[in-house]
């Protein structure tokens, strides 16, 4: 009877041997996924513009600090169309595990109000991971035109036929040239165009009256003198323009507009990934040679942690909203 309950009790304590190691080799892979192993293998960062734009150049700046630091490649991935929403359709729908990221900005938070269909929902399937940077929009008109200030082009507007130009419907730009109506009751007419650049070129030669532009669109037209800056639309000046005044500056501290760009993953990647992700954004914008790279870039170092950028980016769909209802603005 010893030696049966014996055997019984060896093969009882073999099974549960080949159970704990089932148990253990299915747990240990998502172990390894966890944040002090994390990233152990290449990144996709998908960035919804073209190559060479303003989003592209930030993410290829955090994605070399970031993969020179942690030593897994962060790939950078342009997937444009769609104003935005092919991309982050795209990472909307990938796996929820940290390897796949989404280059976001402030036309993200207006796409949520100007296509209410999308296949996506982007409040819901995505979680915003950190802000990394800001820009101002820069209220330009041509370097010959008889418009000087804010007041003057308040006065203008309101005299005759202004045409304003913008990189695109639902654009920052055009979002900026609706808010500056809304604030003064005037009326310019708008005229879209695909892109920025091609709008800065017909407002040098005089075919256009005025931009709402992205500052770094404009920037070396207004530092080569092709191009006449009234204002910033920021608290702050630029250093890159420190004798543009900012809107607060010159009686309008209402348009305040920040062309920002962050970071999203999709919804239900793990907290601890996400946390490692957004902290490891906010100590690179701290140091000294990457912040000096982003203001070279015509931006402003802007870092915020998964908690306050996700109540950032609900604020500024919620504002928009608003404002894009109001003015009746309609996607392309």
């Known amino acids: 009877m010893h030696r049966l309950l014996i055997r019984s009790m060896l093969r009882h304590v073999a099974a549960l041997s080949v159970a704990l190691s089932a148990v253990v080799a299915v747990t240990a892979p998502a172990a390894a996924q966890g944040p002090a192993d994390y990233p152990s293998k290449p990144i996709r960062y998908v960035v919804p513009f073209a190559p060479g734009g303003l989003t592209d150049i930030m993410a290829r700046m955090v994605g070399h600090q970031l993969s020179e630091e942690w030593g897994k490649p962060i790939v950078i991935d342009n997937k444009p169309g769609g104003n935005a929403n092919i991309g982050a359709d795209q990472v909307a729908k990938a796996p929820a595990d940290g390897y796949t990221w989404l280059a976001v900005t402030l036309t993200h938070a207006s796409n949520v109000t100007l296509f209410p269909k999308l296949p996506f929902n ?44 913008s990189s695109g419907n639902g654009t920052p730009p055009h979002l900026t040239l609706a808010l500056f109506e809304s604030l003064t009751g005037t009326k310019l007419t708008h005229v879209p165009y695909k892109g920025g650049a091609p709008s800065m070129t017909d407002l040098i030669g005089g075919q256009i009256d005025v931009v709402f532009s992205n500052f770094p669109e404009s920037l070396a037209y207004v530092k080569g003198g092709k191009l006449r800056a009234l204002a910033v639309t920021t608290r702050e000046r630029h250093p890159l323009l420190p004798d543009v005044p900012t809107v607060g500056e010159v009686g309008f501290p209402d348009l305040l507009v920040e062309n920002w760009t962050g970071l999203m993953m ?67």
Do not use: C
Not at 127 to 146: E, F, G, K, L, Q
Not at 150 to 159: G, H, W
């Open 122 to 165: 982007m409040q819901k399937d995505l979680v915003p991971v950190a802000r990394i940077a800001s820009s101002p929009m820069t209220v330009v008109v041509p370097a010959n035109s008889p418009i000087h200030s804010m007041k003057d082009l308040v006065e203008a507007a309101r005299k005759g036929k202004l045409n304003a130009g």
């Open 266 to 332: 999709p919804a239900g990647t793990p907290k601890p990934v996400i946390d490692k992700v957004g902290t490891a954004v906010a100590k690179m914008v701290e140091i000294k040679s990457v912040r000096d790279r982003i203001v070279a870039a015509g931006f402003s170092p802007a870092p915020q942690a998964s908690a306050p950028f996700t109540d950032y980016f609900q604020g500024e769909v919620a504002r928009w909203a608003k404002l894009i209802d109001q003015k009746g603005i309609r996607a392309e």
